[in-house]
């Protein structure tokens, strides 16, 4: 009922900068909240970024000071830039939504992922 399709990840050389994004569709009535996460290989998927309705943020403390998220409501879209990258910077960044959608039992609050896109910070 709800997709999120990233797009963004890729390949740079340490102290890159790439931009990812994640656009929400579906039967949407709002989104409480957005973010990445990413998991590396051999490693538990952590929270990296997250943004709130509110406009409220939050930061894994490795990537405070060089990435930034950012919303478009209009577009419901959630974009994550990140400067100065590093090679542990490299897994794989999953988009995440807390959503209200409209059900045919009513209003109702999920949680959504994307699918998932690479980043490789080569050093």
Known sequence: QVQLVESG????QAGGSLRLSCAASGSIVSIVTMGWYRQAPGKQRELVAASASGGSTNYAD???GRFTISRDNAKN??????????????AVYYCNA??????????????YWGQ????????
């Open 9 to 12: 990840g890729g390949l740079v």
């Open 62 to 64: 490795s990537v405070k």
């Open 77 to 90: 879209t959630v974009y994550l830039q990140m400067n100065s990258l590093k090679p542990e910077d490299t």
């Open 98 to 111: 807390g959503v209200t959608i409209a059900h045919s039992l009513g209003l109702m609050v999920g949680t």
């Open 116 to 123: 998932g896109t690479q980043v490789t910070v080569s050093p």
